[in-house]
């Protein structure tokens, strides 16, 4: 039986001390991973100076991406400051990565939002030089979108062969890739190709088995050694997001997308999908939700 992992997106604080007092919160609390999400726009900070910092504040907690937006950064420039960062956490990094997907991110920075066929054949070469820059000895690569000519970057990960990959993946071709890549794959709505937000006609339960299918049979052999997970977008009794229609609410209620209910309710909700479906990674997505989860998290976590 595979065992429940809690992860929360935290995104700001007024300064250094609330930031790692926030961290140390989801530490008692009993969760296993901060993550941070990875944008350009909107107040957020910046991926690895905050993981540093959470990771410096806490003991256990894992520290990570949900996800660093492949498209502005090279995997080199990556992969050293994730070695880094594995190295100065003691092995408590996981590594989402995703192709980046925001419109907003793009236009602000003056960067061309190219077709997401080209963004996920661009994400899957990266994957290969994060990979091949961790290992061990020079690596070399050619591809379509990188070179790489006998680097041999240090430190490496203290992790290994690597810290944990973990993709986010909604439509067909990420699903495959993450199924054929990462460590960890985290279920989600597909996104909009323009960019303008996820595709809230991909939620329910029908879209979500099929999304399941598909990474079980992308990753063949591998199926067993991958940990599936999700974001939480809703906890607790309150009424859907005001931007979801009716019906849009009613299909990401039968997901595990969204908790409503009694702590005991969305508990045997969530073993529900672990143990009918293997979902067993979950990652709260809005800090608001935080003290409805927490009673959730206590019951579940081993």
């Known amino acids: 039986m595979r065992r429940f992992r809690f992860g929360a997106v935290v995104r700001e604080a007024e ?161 495959r890739l993450a199924a054929e890549e990462a460590d960890v794959v985290n279920l989600g709505l597909r996104v909009r190709p323009d960019g303008s937000g996820p595709d809230l006609r991909d939620g329910g339960l029908n879209a979500w088995l099929a999304k399941l299918d598909t990474v079980r049979a992308a990753a063949g052999d591998r199926y067993p050694r991958l940990e599936l997970g999700t974001s939480v977008l809703q906890v607790g009794e309150r009424k859907a997001e005001e931007s979801w229609s009716a019906a849009d609410s009613a299909a990401l209620e039968e997901t595990p997308q969204v908790l409503l209910g009694t702590r005991h309710d969305i508990a045997d909700k969530l073993r529900h999908w672990r143990d009918t479906h293997d979902v067993s990674y979950f990652v709260l997505h809005h800090e608001r939700d935080l003290a409805a989860f927490e009673p959730v998290v206590e019951d579940l976590a081993t």
């Open 15 to 175: 300064s250094g001390k609330a930031w790692a007092e926030k961290a140390r919160r989801l530490e008692a609390a009993g969760f296993d991973v901060l993550v941070v999400p990875d944008h350009l726009v909107g107040a957020r900070f910046a991926p690895v100076a905050a993981l540093t910092a959470a990771a410096c504040a806490t003991d256990r907690l894992r520290v990570g991406t949900l996800v660093f937006a492949n498209d502005f950064r090279h995997p080199a420039v990556l992969a050293k400051e994730c070695a880094t960062l594995d190295l100065l956490s003691g092995g408590r990094l996981e590594v989402g990565i995703g192709t980046g997907w925001l419109a907003g991110d793009y236009a602000g920075a003056g960067l061309a939002l190219e077709p997401p066929g080209t963004r996920v054949g661009r994400l899957r070469e990266a994957l290969a030089v994060l990979k091949g820059l961790w290992g061990e000895g020079a690596f070399g690569f050619a591809g379509e979108h990188y070179r790489i000519s006998g680097l041999d970057q240090r430190p490496k990960p203290v992790q290994r062969p690597h810290p944990p990959l973990v993709l986010g993946a909604g439509g067909a071709r990420m699903l």
